[in-house]
């Protein structure tokens, strides 16, 4: 019997249709600054596309599993989190997407509760639903910066199945730290709940660095990327690293659902390891652009925001402007040609009155987005004052 997944079951994510304006007033002539999507804008580090280029000219680019990769990615957990893991627990996927999709069906059954921060990224609750398993969204407030925490997971009656952490989050770029972590790894583990953690934006923090949950839990499921540090969203990269009994049944899933990740990206992640002081480069602009939009906060009026303590946003409450988030960034996007997410695409509850500013572009389109920001806020705190 065919068992049809309504697409009713999946939210839209709206920033797209965001983009797609901005798109269309930039085909119009308009000049657009896109701070709707979390990606980076400067492509991947040069060695990495040297590697590629080697790679075109001598390999045949069949399906592949670096292992030389996966060797590599394990180093970096022993240097980076003083961790060790073994190649054979990694599988390489075609970004943390796929990886959180193989990871979330090989690791629980249909009707499975799953948790998650309310705010979050848009594609937790979607895949769970897709893969007919049950999100829970948490609400998480300022109080918690946006994250869960022990004591909500140990609240939760019955235990869920599962838990997906991130930290750098996604809207806010708050971070659990490693106290925080280690509180729930202790929950987790009392409760029988198995957490998956996301760590796509790890490399990307400004105070402490994150904390990886295999230092306080070696049975959790990692999911990581190409995509954010490594500043190769296109090149679709990424891992899924299980604990060894596991792994077989992660890159089983893996395997049958996506075969093999691209070989070319594969050639040229390993060399991007060696790009180090590039990529650290790239995490200065980041500091100096988070800098820039912070020090506008109070001229835009925009007080209550998330700490990002990582990543490349801004979560901020425009409540005091409006309880339609969507609308506010279209019309934001019109009026001043600065593109935006709205708080809807990770909040279905509150985020009507969230938007999202990624700062992941070069600092003069900061500098502009401000110059054009500021008076923008200033008129719509008139017009919400006049009404
Ligand atoms: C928190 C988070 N996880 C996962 C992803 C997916 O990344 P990719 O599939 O490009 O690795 C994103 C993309 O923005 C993200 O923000």
Redesign the pocket.
């Known amino acids: 019997m065919l068992t049809v997944i309504p697409m009713s079951d999946v939210d839209p994510f709206y920033a797209i249709s965001i983009s797609a304006l901005a798109h269309r007033l930039t085909a119009e002539g308009r000049s657009v600054i896109h701070m709707e999507f979390?990606?980076p804008s400067t492509g991947a580090p040069k060695g990495a596309i040297a590697a590629a280029h080697a790679a075109l000219d001598a390999d045949k680019l069949p399906y592949w599993e670096s292992h030389a990769l996966k060797v590599r990615i394990a180093r970096h957990y022993l240097e980076t989190y003083g961790v060790e893991v073994r190649a054979s627990q990694i599988t390489m996927t075609c970004?943390?997407?796929?990886a959180?999709v193989a990871a979330l069906a090989a690791a629980f059954e249909p009707g499975d509760v799953i948790a998650m921060a309310r705010p979050g990224?848009v594609?937790y609750r979607n895949t769970a639903r897709a893969l007919r398993l049950t999100p829970l969204e948490i609400a998480c407030g300022p109080e918690t910066r946006f994250q869960l925490t022990a004591q909500a997971l140990a609240a939760i009656d019955p235990a869920p199945e599962g838990v997906i952490l991130?930290s750098p989050?996604?809207p806010t770029g708050s971070i659990i730290p490693a106290e925080g972590l280690k509180a729930i790894a202790e929950v987790c583990r009392a409760r029988g709940v198995r957490i998956v953690s996301?760590e796509?934006?790890h490399g990307l923090t400004y105070g402490e660095p994150a904390h990886s949950i295999l230092e306080f839990e070696p049975e959790a499921i990692v999911?990581n990327?190409f995509?954010k540090y490594f500043s190769m969203?296109g090149w679709?990269l990424?891992w899924l690293l299980a604990p060894p009994q596991l792994a077989p049944r992660t890159a089983g899933h893996a395997g049958v659902l996506f075969l093999t990740a691209p070989a070319l990206a594969q050639h040229a992640a390993l060399a991007a390891f060696e790009c180090r002081e590039e990529l650290d480069g790239r995490l200065e602009t980041y500091r100096r652009n988070r800098a820039l939009v912070l020090d506008a906060l109070p001229a835009l009026g925009l007080e209550k925001i998330a700490p990002p303590d990582g990543a490349f946003y801004v979560y901020a409450d425009v409540g005091h402007l409006t309880d339609d988030s969507l609308d506010f960034c279209k019309q934001l996007l019109m009026d001043t040609g600065v593109a935006t997410a709205p708080g809807i695409d990770f909040d279905p509850v509150d985020g009507r009155r969230f938007i999202r500013l990624s700062f992941a572009v070069s600092t003069p389109e900061v500098e502009e987005a401000l110059r054009r920001l500021i008076p923008w806020f200033a008129a719509a705190r008139e017009r919400a004052a006049a009404a």
């Open positions: 979390g990606q970004g943390a997407s796929p959180l990224y594609s991130a989050a996604n996301d796509i934006y999911v990327s995509s969203p679709r990424g």
